[in-house]
Structure formats: C-alpha cells, structure tokens
C-alpha cells in the first residue's frame, strides 16, 4: 500500500507540498494538469514540470486523477477517434516519466455532484453533503446555488465557461441510453487499454458520484455489476478501477466490503480513494461526508481496509475528501488537516493488518 494525496499544484494548491511531506507514511502526490482543454495532448514540458514540483519535496509522482474524457468519446461521436489518438499519446507521455495509474471517469456532462458545499457539524467543522431534494431543481438553478456557496469556485464539470452550455450539454445525452454509454466506454477501452499494457500504465476508473442517475443522465459504473462489466469488457489487469469508497457508499444498496474484496481479489484495484460518509437516515441516500474515523461514518473503514489487505492489494490508496477542521479554508473537500488525519487513521490501519497478519 502506498498512502498519497492529491495536490492540485504550486499555483492552485492554498496547500503547501511541504506540509503534505510532513504527514507520516505520505509516499506520493496524485496529480494532475487543470490547464489543458479535455480532449488536447498533455504538454510535456508541462508534465515535467509538475514531476520536478513533486519529487523536489521528496515525493513521489506515480498517479494521475486525472485524464478527463473528452465528451464527444462519451457520446460516441465520430469525431471521438481523433481524442482517443490524443489520449494514447498522453498515456505515452506519461509513461515516459514514470506514471504508473491513470484514473479517469465516465459520467456524461459533469463530474462529481454534491449539493452542500460546507454543511454544518455539530463539532463546527463543515463537509460536503448530498441532499436529493438540492437536485430537484434545472441544472443551471443546481449550478448557479453551488457556485454562490463555493465562493465562485466550480464543481468539476460545472466551471463557468461550460455552464453556459450545460443545458445543451445534457440535451446531447437525450437519446444516449447506458447500454450506449457502455458501448462507448468499451470502445473507448478496446483502444487505450493496448497501449496501457505496452507502457505499462493502469486504467482506473472513477465511480459515478452519486452512484446513481442524476438529472436523467445515463450513469455506467454505480454497483458491483457495473464494475463486473467494466473489468470483462476489455479483460486486462490494465482495465482497473479507481475504488472510491465515497463514492460506491453513497448507495445504501451496495456491499461496499463485499465490492472491495471482490475487485481486489480481481486484481483490478489499482488505487483506492478511502473515506467515510454518513446517511441521515438509514436506508435513505441523503449523507453527509463525515470523519474517516469509523464510528463517525456509516461504513467500516476497518473492514474495508482489511478487504484490500486480505485480498493482496498493493496499490496506491488516498485518503479523498476531508471536512474542514481547525479554521482552516480553500477548497472544500481539499484541506489538509482532515485529510491528514484520514491518512494517519488509514495507514495506523494498515500497520495493525500488517502486524497482526504476517
Ligand atoms: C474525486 C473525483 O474530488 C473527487 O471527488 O474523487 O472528482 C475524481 O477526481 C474524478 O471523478 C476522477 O476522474
Ligand atoms: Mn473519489
């Protein structure tokens, strides 16, 4: 297991690299470029500079999260072959520099969608949430009421320049059912996945957050069945998955241990994202993202740690979103106090397994 945290750069990140070097057992960043369009090659002096920004502060630089899809893949269009051409080339790129996993996803139009962007605690932190009643509204009325509580900074997927045309962005997937989405996602598969194998880099896909459709969209990877597809749509230890515990928890439906230690049996976890989050109420979907520590949360960490230790997981594990703690501000989700202390809660886990097991 290698413990790392994601970094969104010397620019962007209010989080110092140095600090993120302090947290103990802290091997590797998970990084990224934010300023190449979707769908353009990946500048390699850009990729190089960012691997000289991490390994300066003695880190590592082994995944990225991530090489987003260009919509058109998504949807199938004609014009998809020239961003698949694209996206082998920056597979190529990355490997060159010493890239090991890639993590990407699949869900049409945008990415991950909370409707609370610093729901209160009653220890006075603050944390993203996940209200149903938040998404019943347009998605422009959805975008414009998480931007006004995100101090204008935007939701992946939803930054302003897209959000003019979201409503014509998600009329694109009218008539795009999941058995087209998947179709696409396979073709998709069946082109990079060769280069993966030939360079050496796991593919590693995102789970659908929340887990399930939202605003009529076609969601593709939600359950233990839709990530069974994946992995035998393109059979290859290089067609993984990004298990983000957040992100399959969401759906009180999922055995999220069973899913874990099924899919690391598999050998298809090439990293893990590990939180915790709380349902308001049990059997309903409405959570919050609560502390790691488990019995702050509504799923076991122990247990989901020791799946992946049982079933000879060595990859790369981050501890994902964080609440913010301690008066600290920025980016939501992305503090570095909660999310250090999720990665000393993981990795003291991970030392017991170890001990008790060898
Ligand atoms: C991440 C996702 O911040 C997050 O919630 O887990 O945004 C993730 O980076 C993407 O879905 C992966 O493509
Ligand atoms: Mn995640």
């Given at each position: 297991?290698?413990?790392?945290?994601?970094?969104?750069?010397?620019?962007?990140?209010?989080?110092?690299?140095?600090?993120?070097?302090?947290?103990?057992?802290?091997?590797?960043?998970?990084?990224?470029?934010?300023?190449?369009?979707?769908?353009?090659?990946?500048?390699?002096?850009?990729?190089?500079?960012?691997?000289?920004?991490?390994?300066q502060?003695?880190?590592?630089?082994?995944?990225?999260?991530?090489?987003?899809?260009?919509?058109?893949?998504k949807?199938?269009?004609?014009?998809?072959d020239?961003?698949i051409?694209?996206?082998?080339?920056?597979?190529?790129?990355?490997?060159?520099?010493?890239?090991?996993?890639?993590?990407?996803?699949?869900?049409?139009?945008?990415?991950w969608?909370?409707?609370?962007?610093?729901?209160p605690?009653?220890?006075?932190?603050?944390t993203?949430?996940?209200?149903?009643?938040?998404?019943q509204?347009?998605?422009?009325?959805?975008?414009?009421?998480?931007?006004?509580?995100?101090?204008?900074?935007?939701?992946?997927?939803?930054?302003?320049?897209?959000?003019?045309?979201?409503?014509?962005?998600?009329?694109?997937?009218?008539?795009?059912?999941?058995?087209?989405?998947?179709?696409?996602?396979t073709?998709?598969?069946?082109?990079?996945?060769?280069?993966?194998?030939?360079?050496?880099?796991?593919?590693?896909i995102?789970?659908?957050?929340?887990?399930?459709?939202?605003?009529?969209?076609?969601r593709?990877?939600?359950?233990?069945?839709?990530?069974?597809?994946?992995?035998?749509?393109?059979?290859?230890?290089?067609?993984g998955?990004?298990?983000?515990?957040?992100?399959?928890?969401e759906?009180?439906?999922?055995?999220?241990?069973?899913?874990?230690?099924?899919?690391?049996?598999?050998?298809?976890?090439?990293?893990a994202?590990?939180?915790?989050?709380?349902?308001?109420?049990?059997?309903?979907?409405?959570?919050?993202?609560?502390a790691?520590?488990?019995?702050?949360?509504?799923?076991?960490?122990?247990?989901?740690?020791?799946?992946?230790?049982?079933?000879?997981?060595?990859?790369?594990?981050?501890?994902d979103?964080?609440?913010?703690?301690w008066?600290?501000?920025g980016?939501?989700?992305?503090g570095?106090?909660?999310?250090?202390?999720?990665?000393?809660?993981?990795?003291?886990?991970?030392?017991?397994?170890?001990?008790?097991?060898?």
């Open positions: 297991m290698k413990m790392t945290m994601r970094w969104y750069g010397k620019q962007d990140d209010p989080v110092k690299i140095d600090y993120i070097r302090q947290v103990p057992g802290m091997t590797g960043i998970v990084g990224s470029l934010f300023d190449v369009p979707v769908g353009e090659v990946w500048p390699e002096d850009k990729i190089l500079a960012l691997k000289t920004d991490v390994e502060a003695g880190l590592t630089l082994e995944v990225i999260e991530s090489v987003n899809i260009h919509e058109d893949i949807l199938g269009l004609p014009s998809r020239r961003y051409e694209n996206y082998k080339e920056t597979i190529r790129r990355l490997a060159k520099i010493g890239i090991k996993v890639i993590c990407y996803n699949f869900m049409p139009v945008f990415d969608m909370k409707t609370e962007m610093a729901y605690l009653a220890d006075g932190s603050t993203m949430a996940f209200f149903l009643e938040g998404v509204k347009t998605p422009q009325e959805v975008a414009d009421d998480v931007m006004s509580q995100n101090e204008g900074l935007a939701l992946p997927g939803w930054e302003p320049e897209r959000l003019v045309d979201i409503t014509k962005l998600i009329a694109q997937y009218q008539d795009v059912t999941e058995a087209d989405l998947r179709n696409n996602l073709y998709f598969l069946q082109q990079i996945i060769p280069v993966c194998e030939a360079v050496d880099i796991k593919m590693a995102h789970p659908d957050d929340p887990p399930y459709s939202i605003f009529g969209l076609p593709i990877v939600k359950n233990r069945d839709d990530l069974a597809y994946i992995c035998e749509a393109v059979d290859s230890p290089y067609n998955i990004t298990m983000c515990t957040g992100s399959i928890g759906d009180p439906d999922n055995d999220l241990v069973a899913i874990v230690a099924e899919f690391a049996k598999r050998d298809r976890i090439p990293f994202h590990v939180r915790n989050v709380k349902f308001i109420e049990a059997g309903g979907r409405d959570c919050y993202e609560s790691h520590y488990s019995p702050y949360g509504s799923h076991d960490l122990f247990e989901v740690m020791a799946a992946l230790y049982d079933n000879g997981f060595d990859g790369y594990i981050r501890p979103h964080g609440r913010m703690i008066g600290e501000t980016r939501p989700g992305y570095l106090y909660d999310r250090a202390l999720g990665a000393m809660y993981l990795t003291g886990l991970w030392e017991a397994l170890e001990k008790r097991h060898v």
